[in-house]
């Protein structure tokens, strides 16, 4: 555990991160692998972007 404190990402790999774990289905998957930001949905959009803004606010 100690060691995976020490291992720095930065917010944009956060949010490649979250992506990658809400992605809801193979298409959307493919669309981030590929860097298709415009090809993804306003709603998964929002969803990422607001669990983005609570893991970059948030204490812990």
């Known amino acids: 555990m100690t060691i995976w404190a020490t291992v720095r990402i ?6 490649k991160l979250i992506q990658m774990a809400l992605v809801p289905n193979k298409e959307v998957l493919q669309n981030i692998q590929d860097g298709k930001e415009d090809e993804l949905s306003t709603c ?6 607001a669990a983005f803004e609570y893991a970059m606010t948030n204490e812990t």
């Open 10 to 15: 930065t917010d944009p790999e956060v949010k």
């Open 44 to 49: 998964f959009k929002n969803m990422t972007d």
